[in-house]
C-alpha cells in the first residue's frame, strides 16, 4: 500500500510513524513545503525568548532519522499543489523547481494552517512576520538578532501574541498590543480577563484594544502602525491574527469543508473521499459537549488524529471523541486555561446557561505563598451538565482544568462534578478544591 | 429539632454551620473534647516548619464567631463518654471536672481518630509525641521552643511521618525514620518510591526500614530509640505510625462498626441507628472504584460529609458517591499523588490488574526547566476500566491527579481515557500529557 502524507509536523509525522510501527512493508511517503518536520511549533515563543538558544532545539526528530531508522521518504521542500482524487495522485513542485507527482492508494492531508495576513498596505514589509512554522520563527530569531528592535507592535491578543508578548519583553522589547475588538479575552469574564490585563500592564505592556490597524508604512529605519485615531512606531510587527486551516488543496479536489472552511473529516479522519484523510490545523472535529463541528487548532489533537488516520488505513478501525477545547497558556506568572463552552458559546449551542464567578486561594488557610485563583463554571440549566470552564491564576491552574476536560468527556453534571473526589495538601490547594467551590457555587443557581 | 454532634473539627463544624444555614431555628449543640474547633490540621506540618508563626494561624474560625455569629453552641472541654441510643442521651465530663447530660433528635458522631501509639516501654516519655489534634501540634511546637532539639526520630513513614520530617529538616534538626516493613511506601512501585527515598536521603534524613521500635529509654537528657539491632539517639521522639477511628463511644452502644473499626455508615452517612450519624475520620465510606466499604480518613471526605449530615437531618436528602482515596503530599521539592487502587488493593477487590509504569517530562520537548515525572496507571483487564494511578514528580502531580479522580468516578476505560482532551502548553507538560502517555502505554497491555 502507498500511504502519502501532505504535511510534516505533527499530525504528518505522527501517522507517518505509527503506519510504519503497525505496518513496517507500507510504503509511507511525506511531501512537507518547508525544509522542517517534527518540530515543537508551541515552544517557539519560549525559545524566542531566550537569544542564546538555537531555534532547531525545537526539532523534535530530524527528517534524516525518519528516513533512515524508521524507512519514511520525507521529502521537504515539496509543495502539494493539486490533487486528483479520481486517479489517486497528487502532483506540485520542490523547492528547486522541479515538478513531482506521487500517486497514492490512502492519502492524509495534514497540511496544517497559515496565519490571517490582512491584504492591507505595508503588511508585506521586512519586519512585519507571523509565528507558525519553524521557518517562521527562524526569521523572528534572525530578525531581533540582526536587528536593533526596541519597540514591537503585536497585532493581535491571542494565545501566540501573548506567548509572543512575553517573550519580547524578555527580551527587552518594548511591546504594544493592538486589536480591533474592544475586550482582551472577550470569551472571558471581565472578572478573569482583568487579571491578565493587570499582569500585562505590570509588565509594561501597552495595550491598546479598540484599534483597527488599517496599514504598516516604513519611516525612517523603522515603522509605523496606522490606526484610524492612533499610531505606533515600531521596528518589528507581529501579526498574530489567528489562523486559517490550510484546505485550499482539499477545496481544489472538491472536497468537503466544514466550519471556518476547514476539512470535513467524521469520527475516523475519513474525508468526503473514501481514500482521504484530514487531520491536524487544517482539518475540523465534534465537540465533545455539543456534538456538533468545530474548529479549533490545537496540538494533540493533531498528533492523535495522526496516530488515529493511521490506524484506520492500517486496519485497526478507530474513532475519536472529538475535542473539548482545553487548552492553557501562560502569559508571564499567571496560568489561564479553559475547556469546554464559553456563556456565548453555550447560548449558540442552545443550552440555557448559567455561571458562577469565584474567588478562591491555590492554597490552604493560612499556608504561606497562596495567590487568587479565579474561575468561572458554566452549567446548563436544563441538563444540569457543566458546558465548561475558564480559569486564571498564579499557579494550580494548568493542570487542575484537566479534572474539567476529562468531566466534560463523560457528560458529568455540575452536582456529580461537585461530589468528586479530589486531592488535598494545604501547599497545593484549599480542602474544598477551587473547581469543587465553583461547582457549590453553580449549584446554587441550577 | 436538637441537633447534638460530638467533634468539633471539620466533619463536626461542616455539619453545624450547614445546618443553621439550612434552618436557622434550629438547637445545634458541638461537644468539643479539646479546646480547639475548626482547624487546619493538615497545615500542622507547615506551622511547625516555621518558628515564627503562632499555631493558632491555623484556626478557620474561632468558637466565639461560631457561637455569636452563628448562633451554635460550642462546648469546647466537652468530652463525650457515653451515648444512650434508645433515650437520646449523651453524657461525659468538661474539663473542668463537672458532669452533663444532653438530650437530642438527631446525633452526629464527628470524634475524628487518634494517632496510633503502641503500648510498649518509653512511649509516654514527655519527649514522644504524635500529631493529629491541635493541640498535640502545640505540643511539639512548644517542646522544638523550650528545648534543644539536635536529633529526631520519627517512628512511621506514612504520610505525616513525611510531612514532620521536611518540617523538622527545615528547623535544622537531624531526622531518623523507622518502620517495621522493609519498604519506604509499599503502596508505590519501586520506581517511583525510589525517587522519594533519593529526595529523602539527599535532605540528610536518615531511612531505617526494616527496624521495629521496642522501647524508648530516657538517657543523659535526651532518648534512646531501640530495636532489636539498632538504636537511635534522640532529643524528640514523633510517633506517626498512623491513626485509629475514635469509635469506643458507638460501639460502646452497639452501633455497627466497619472496616478498622470505623463506624459503619451508608450514602446518607446513616448509621445502624436511625437518629445517629458518623462523619470524618471516625466514619467508613464507599470505595467508589471498588463499590465496597473502605475507610480513608481524609479532610475533603470530612468536610462533605458534615455538610450531607447536615443536609440529610434538614429534609434535604443527599447521598455521597463515596471516595476514590485521592491524596497527594509534599516531600521536599517533591509532589506524590495517588488516587483510586494499588495493584494489591486491585488483586484484593477481584480485579485482574495489569499496570504501566512510565517516566515522562513534565515541560515539553526542549522546554528550559524540565524534571521528571513518573507514573504508575493501572487498569482492569476484564473490564478494561482504570483502577488507580500513582505519581511522583517535582511539577505538575498535584493537581494532575485530579484527572484521574473524575476518570474514576465515571467508571472511564482505559482507552476512553487515552482519548480526553487534557491541556497542553510548553511551560506545563509535554503535547501528550503524562496521563495519557501512560494511558496509551497501559493499552498495550489490556
Request: proline letters at 5%.
Amino acid at each position: 500500500m502507498k500511504f502519502l502524507i501532505i504535511g510534516g509536523d505533527a499530525a504528518g509525522m505522527s501517522a507517518a510513524s505509527r503506519a510504519k510501527r503497525n505496518n513496517p512493508d507500507m510504503g509511507v511517503t511525506v511531501l512537507e513545503k518547508t525544509a522542517d518536520v517534527s518540530y515543537s511549533a508551541c515552544g517557539m515563543p519560549y525559545n524566542i525568548a531566550d537569544p542564546g538558544r538555537p531555534i532547531d532545539d525545537l526539532v523534535v526528530r530530524q527528517a534524516d532519522v525518519f528516513r533512515e531508522k524508521q524507512g519514511i521518504s520525507v521529502l521537504t521542500g515539496h509543495c502539494a499543489e493539486s490533487l486528483d482524487p479520481a486517479g489517486r495522485i497528487v502532483t506540485g513542485a520542490s523547492s528547486d523547481g522541479k515538478a513531482f507527482q506521487f500517486a497514492y492508494d490512502k492519502l492524509l492531508i495534514a497540511a496544517g494552517g497559515s496565519p490571517v495576513i490582512p491584504d492591507l498596505p505595508g503588511f508585506d514589509l521586512p519586519g512585519v512576520m507571523a509565528l507558525k512554522s519553524l521557518d517562521d520563527g527562524r526569521k523572528i530569531k534572525a530578525y531581533l538578532k540582526n536587528h536593533h528592535v526596541k519597540k514591537a507592535v503585536i497585532i493581535g491578543m491571542g494565545y501566540i501574541g501573548l506567548e509572543m508578548c512575553e517573550a519580547l519583553r524578555a527580551r527587552s522589547v518594548e511591546v504594544d498590543m493592538v486589536k480591533p475588538g474592544p475586550v482582551l479575552l472577550p470569551w472571558m469574564e471581565p472578572e478573569l480577563s482583568d487579571v491578565i490585563r493587570e499582569e500585562l500592564e505590570s509588565n509594561n505592556v501597552r495595550l491598546h484594544p479598540g484599534h483597527q490597524a488599517e496599514r504598516i508604512e516604513a519611516e525612517n529605519g523603522g515603522m509605523k502602525v496606522i490606526c484610524p485615531n492612533m499610531s505606533l512606531d515600531a521596528d518589528m510587527v507581529l501579526v498574530a491574527m489567528g489562523i486559517k486551516p490550510n484546505s485550499e488543496l482539499a477545496a481544489g479536489a472538491n472536497i468537503a469543508l466544514s466550519v471556518n472552511n476547514s476539512i470535513a473529516v467524521d469520527r475516523r479522519l475519513g474525508t468526503s473521499d473514501e481514500n482521504i484523510y484530514a487531520a491536524g490545523d487544517c482539518a475540523d472535529a465534534y465537540h465533545i459537549v455539543t456534538g456538533e463541528k468545530t474548529w479549533i487548532p490545537l496540538a494533540l489533537r493533531a498528533n492523535r488524529a495522526g496516530w488515529a488516520v493511521a490506524d484506520n488505513i492500517c486496519g485497526k478501525e478507530v474513532e475519536l471523541a472529538g475535542i473539548a477545547g482545553t487548552a492553557v497558556f501562560k502569559v508571564f506568572d499567571l496560568e489561564v486555561a479553559r475547556t469546554g463552552l464559553t456563556i456565548k458559546e453555550a447560548v449558540k449551542s442552545g443550552s440555557d446557561p448559567v455561571k458562577a464567578v469565584i474567588r478562591t486561594r491555590s492554597r490552604a488557610h493560612a499556608h504561606p505563598g497562596s495567590t487568587p485563583i479565579r474561575i468561572q463554571m458554566i452549567g446548563d440549566k436544563e441538563t444540569g451538565r457543566i458546558l465548561g470552564v475558564q480559569m486564571v491564576g498564579r499557579e494550580g491552574v494548568a493542570h487542575r482544568i484537566n479534572a474539567v476536560a476529562v468531566a466534560l468527556h463523560n457528560r458529568m453534571t455540575v452536582e456529580a462534578f461537585s461530589q468528586t473526589d479530589l486531592a488535598y495538601a494545604p501547599p497545593f490547594g484549599p480542602v474544598w478544591d477551587p473547581l469543587l467551590t465553583a461547582a457549590n457555587q453553580l449549584l446554587k443557581k441550577m
